[in-house]
């Protein structure tokens, strides 16, 4: 039994509620009888493609996220393409990957993608197991050392009509589950002073961009991958 999984085996179940509980049960069943989260398969392959493609154009070519470029440019980023099929499964992928990633050379991985072509794809749905894949960072004691951010093709803010242009800057090809360290983090914002006007900047691009103009990325980002 792995650190990860041995935590979440000693999860209160009055503490965490009976919700949480039984899923956290099943994963743990899950990972014991499994013990390879993915396969390289040429689905995974497109899928990962069409992620580099969506990461360079749109996240990088449009500097969405000023920090990403660098662990880009220094292969830093780790991809993992889950074969689940449900929430229990992804959320064994999630525990194995946040293990991973806390165990990893910070110089070698530092940030991944852990992509689910196959579950969760209402927003909906995502937007709910978010804070389930919250409650297993604390339940591994990861709190304050990695964090997951969300990304999905119909990804919604609070208060918006699902076409905001201000959406754009969530909207990944697949739901994704973007695993990064906080250590990272805090060095990112040290470096880019005006780190809490990225969001407001972000709008602003894509507004001048327009929705036309996201679609004909997303077409060379197909013709790229």
Known sequence: MTAATAALAGLDAAASGPILYKLFANVISYLMKNASPTETTAFSSEVIAHTKAWLERAVIGLNLCPFAKAVHIKDQIRYVVSSAQTPEELMADLVRELEF?????????????LIHPDVLRNFLDYNDFLDVADAAVDELDLSGEIQVASFHPEYQFADTDIDDISNYTNRSPYPTLHLLREASVERAVEAFPEASEIFDKNVQTLQQLGLDGWQKILREEQKQA
Do not use: G, H, R, S
């Open 101 to 113: 990633l806390q165990e990893a050379d910070p110089a070698k991985i530092d940030t991944t993608l």
